[in-house]
């Protein structure tokens, strides 16, 4: 090999192995030929390597060092360890290593890839350890307060252009109605004005066109149904079917990445930074719970397929609930919309 920068040769021994190179061994071990080893590697992305590449390497050096593992321990006796020894190992070591969710997290994935260490991952005593590393934590706890925002539409003056009008409308429909950019893209001017305020939209996910409650709330400068009353009727002129159309002739319906753009620049023009137009759903709905509406109004009011999936990604106020005693002291009685119950 190449001498060391200091003119001595690195020692073999002190070289370890590649994460790769061990998967290839294990399956060589089997009895698999260079080809088929490499069929079989195939289904692991090269980043997922590389990623679990540290961690396992520091489990199988605290192994040996704990005498857990074989001084010399080759890829061929992985099978020979027992699946008990290798959780009694993965325990100790979230203990021992600093970042101790996301390094045992890895290392213990890293075994997973092992074809003779699969039943891992139904070791009963590794069970409380995978909930530790699967707790989730609030994934907009940054900017989940979204009254800044709302007190953002309160004081902005909206009714100086149409420019100024389809930006009020977008931007309440995303924040206080939880539609996507795409969901607006496609929004229709079909309207229905009654008791109950629908909209006709084919949301994401979505095969047809659906009609969709919008609710009124106040005061007027953070109502959806106002904001689109208002941009609708300074839209006159245009007589297509979507909502949403640029300022200028010929009036053409603008996409989501433009709807996304024009969010996205509102927000850091009021120094909104925490927020982004992908953002905005998701910090939503953490505001909307907080503000005293029930999730499972929320999940309908967003257009959850799941409630399952909506508890597990968006709803993260329980989880936010040492936040918010601390920085979102309860609003005045003029500082929050009255939301419907």
């Excluded at 190449?2 to 073999?12: D, K, Y």
């Excluded at 069929?39 to 857990?68: E, M, N």
């Excluded at 839209?235 to 053409?252: H, I, K, M, Q, W």
Aim: charged share 20%; with cysteine; aromatic share 10%.
């Amino acid at each position: 090999g190449l001498p060391h920068r200091s003119g001595r040769r690195p020692n073999p021994r002190s070289v370890f192995p590649s994460l790769r190179d061990c998967l290839r061994a294990a399956h060589r071990g089997r009895g698999a030929t260079g080809e088929e080893a490499e069929i079989l590697l195939s289904g692991v992305a090269p980043t997922t390597l590389q990623s679990y590449q540290a961690p396992f390497k520091l489990l199988i050096r605290h192994g040996v060092r704990t005498g857990v593992l074989p001084t010399r321990l080759t890829a061929a006796q992985f099978a020979d360890i027992p699946i008990f020894r290798w959780a009694a190992l993965i325990k100790a070591f979230a203990v021992q290593t600093t970042n101790r969710r996301s390094y045992a997290r890895q290392a213990y994935s890293a075994l997973l890839l092992f074809p003779s260490l699969h039943l891992l991952r139904f070791e009963q005593s590794l069970r409380q350890m995978k909930r530790f590393w699967n707790v989730s934590t609030p994934r907009y706890s940054s900017f989940y307060d979204c009254r800044v925002l709302i007190k953002t539409l309160m004081t902005t003056d909206f009714t100086v252009s149409e420019e100024a009008l389809r930006l009020r409308a977008i931007i309440t429909m995303r924040i206080l109605s939880l539609f996507r950019g795409i969901d607006l893209a496609r929004t229709t001017r079909d309207i229905e004005r009654g008791t109950v305020y629908f909209v006709s939209s084919r949301r994401k996910g979505r095969l047809v066109h659906q009609r969709y409650p919008v609710h009124k709330l106040e005061p007027a400068a953070v109502c959806p149904q106002n904001a689109l009353d208002s941009y609708i009727a300074a839209t006159a002129d245009y007589n297509g079917p979507e909502l949403f159309v640029s300022l200028t002739e010929p009036r053409r319906a603008i996409k989501s990445d433009t709807i996304n753009v024009i969010t996205t620049k509102f927000l850091q023009e009021h120094n909104l930074q925490g927020f982004t137009a992908h953002s905005t759903r998701g910090a939503s709905v953490t505001a909307l719970i907080l503000l005293g509406v029930d999730p499972h109004v929320v999940c309908a009011l967003g257009d959850w397929k799941s409630y399952d999936c909506f508890r597990l990604f968006y709803d993260r106020v329980r989880a936010c609930l040492p936040f918010t005693q601390v920085l979102v002291p309860k609003p005045s009685q003029g500082d929050q919309p009255r939301l419907p119950m």
